[in-house]
């Protein structure tokens, strides 16, 4: 365990200062992506509420500061961003995600704000239903259909880029290949492929049989079967297809979402059931308790329910906020809980040195996976819930995901079970460990002396978002590393020339006696050794971003490697400008600090990374192997509002702020809250006063609710 899980943020969001915003915003940026990743390839490492806490920690302080929203930041996306591999697909319509919740106040809370933002729901006697289904745990997939054709099968990917799993989606029998002639032209259906309990009980003894490792869950099952490179395997598979929504379609086909259900199961989709139409908080807890009392013979793994606006004009009209409709909400089941003890508490070191306390647990089964390790985050969280080695303590899991310690069970604790004290030392290279002023964690202040450290950057470096050299495992990287053979980041060029059998390279006089070569080595063979060398020649070149994202700097997670390469297209240019900023009153030093998503404490991070003579020698080393690709620009879509600068006022009688605010949002537009030089358009509404005054001084334009509403039509598509 190596990375940090998870995160505790003991400062509440009012409370924040911008410096900390910043660096929260940077954090939460490259953990999410870091959670997102793992997710997709079914290995989470954290719970879903403990992910929704982090997305929730990012809105959150993007709302209260929203000038520090990076341009990549988690909440403008959804998920991963898929590896190569499978040919990609750009979603027509983005796949979403949804928002998850608890509780029944939050569910109330989620239709108090469908109220507050269409007009003709303010009025609480007005009422409006929603369709409830079960939230099935597989994969979302979206099947695309030109003249009643399945054409395309795509997975969600990051939302709006997915993998083209075709070949995959054509083997599984719940999916309709073609559609009766009363469907629409085009539909891109969206929905679930997953596996049922049984299935996946005979799935993973078959995997017994033959010597395979076993899914840990039906959801993981279906991912893994689903993203399979040969379709025959998918073939063999027992995956299955709920429908549930839509992406693009050619025309309206319905207009509530009750309705829709009927016309898929009319053309042959297969649909989550239980469900209810549902029109109040009421209803809502009656079909929330009886699905919940059914879920263990459903024969389907469910992690909750989702409650859908059935009016599909209401739907359109309520729009999506960051990556989730808002006309939508899953609520999900409690976490599945074990009682165990803490056998002991270890401490792991991450790549900027971080200590973080780890709880080695006895292992228990919590909702069918043996559990034995759990992150105790740091030493904060250990004081304030009195973790102490030997205790017996409640872990959960919610879904699929990796473990949390709750709390202790006090009254079972050992009369001589001491607190836990911190090490004030680093397990691994001995050197003072260190705890900043209003910092959670401790860190190891050996920097690349700190063997740990040096281990987890070469980790970094070679893994999946940066140099991505497949074959090169985590358990490769310590052996050589410990053997001496990889000790910086450059020395994995050299691993061939090292490694290869000696006669190859006595040929061009070269002599390796020193190492034994890698396909002598136990595990290794002939063509697993050549396949890791071809592996490492393939990232010989490699894009800027990825490479900047390589170098490990501190708070400079993949985000914003993007940022920077986006700014700075090469790595020459990159380098020159750094340089240059070193001084902070230069020109440059203020562009890096302005690049939308950096600020200050992230500019200082980078200036310092590249002031360490060290770090140079390696870049240097680096690149001498390597050549660095400019960054790409993606052609994203743009409207008449995008970028714009647009400022409401007074009041609007057809619809709320908050709806006119989102829909100029989803043109592109920024909508501040006052006129001032930069500002393009101020829409007026009834008794607009000083703003409308103010624009019309500095001359800018003036418009109507209606004429906003005419410019808004032509500018959507
Ligand atoms: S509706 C705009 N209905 O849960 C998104 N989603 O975390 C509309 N899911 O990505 C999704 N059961 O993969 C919907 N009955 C259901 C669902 C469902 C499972 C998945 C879906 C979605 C994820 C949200």
Redesign the pocket.
Known sequence: MTKNRSKNFDIKVDKLTEKQAVKELTELAELIAHHDLLYEEARPEITDAEYDELRRRNEEIEARFPHLIRSDSPSKR?GYIPPSGFKKVRHSVP????T?VYTFEKVSDFIDDIRHFIIDLKDTSVQFDFVA??????V?CSLRYENHRLIQAAT?GDGQVGEDVTANAMTIDDIPKILPPDSPNLIEM?G?VYMTDDDFIQLNKQQERSGERNFANPRNAAAGSLRQLDAKITASRPLRF?A??WGEVSHPFAKTQWEARDCLVSWGFKL?EPSCLVRNLDEIKGYYEEVESKRSRLGFSIDGV?Y?VNRLDLQERLGFKNR??RW?I?HKFSPEKAQTHIKSISISVGRMGTLTPIAELEPVNVGGVLVSRATLHNQDEIERKDFRVGDLIIVQRAGDVIPQVVSVIIDKRSPDAEPFEFPARCPSCNSKAVRQLGEADWICTASLKCPAQSLERLIHFASRNAFDIEGLAEQNIKTFFNEGLLKSPADIFHLEEKLAPPDIFNLTGRKNKEFLPLQEREGWGPVSANKLFEAIRKRKKISLDRFIYALGINQVGEATAKLLARSYSSLTEFRKKIDAAQNHKSKEYEHLKNINGIGPIVADKIVTFFADPHNISVLNDIISQVEVTDFEVSHTQTSQLTGKTIVFTGTLEKITRSEAKAKAESLGAIVVGDVSGKTDYVIAGQSAGSKAKKAKDLAIPVLTEAEWFKMIEKTSR
């Open positions: 959804v796949m979403l995600s949804l998850f289904e079960p939230k099935i745990d597989g979302s969600r969206r679930e709920f549930y929504a989550n989702v859908k989730s409709p939508a899953a």
